[in-house]
């Protein structure tokens, strides 16, 4: 059992330090040096439906979490129209479980259904050498601020 539990540690630093530029206000959309850059591209790809370049408030609304398409109404057990507490718990939970899904697949360099040692020492030091902007050997807060989430 205290395999399965070791990763929970290091999923939440993950998403820590993922979230960490969101959290700061980083003023854009991809790379900090490149308004928009990579991360607003992919937006583009997975909202734009129609690909008529542009994103509709309807496309905005269907292809985000929490819009149209995001099964709002399987969550809303009571069909009240809204989300209790415990509802709402369910659907995060839900959502976390798919994002700790795609972070194993990622980490699990060798596709043998397990995350070794060296998988995970590989993804932090690849972490760290990406936030550590300058190869000083330290992060600062804007070195994280200057780091766009990879996802």
């Known amino acids: ?4 539990f070791a990763f929970i540690p290091f999923a939440l ?3 820590l330090v993922v979230s960490a530029p969101s959290l700061s206000q980083a003023a ?26 542009k994103i509709s408030r309807e496309e905005f609304e269907a292809g985000r979490p ?6 709002f109404a399987d969550f ?11 509802e709402y718990q369910a659907m995060f939970m839900a959502r976390t479980q798919k994002m700790a899904e795609r972070t194993f697949d990622r980490l ?25 902007k300058n190869g000083d050997g330290s992060i600062t807060a804007d070195e994280l601020r200057a780091s766009p989430p990879k996802r």
């Open 76 to 86: 809303d057990k009571n069909a009240d129209g809204a989300l209790s507490k415990e």
């Open 28 to 53: 854009t959309i991809g790379d900090a040096k490149e308004p928009g850059g990579p991360r607003a591209e992919k937006m583009m790809e997975h909202l734009d439906a129609n690909k008529d370049g």
């Open 13 to 15: 630093a993950a998403a």
């Open 108 to 132: 699990d360099a060798n596709k043998d259904g397990k995350i070794d040692a060296g998988e995970r020492q590989a993804h932090q030091d690849a972490m760290f050498k990406r936030l550590d």
């Open 1 to 4: 059992m205290k395999t399965k």
């Open 66 to 71: 929490g819009g149209k398409d995001d099964k």
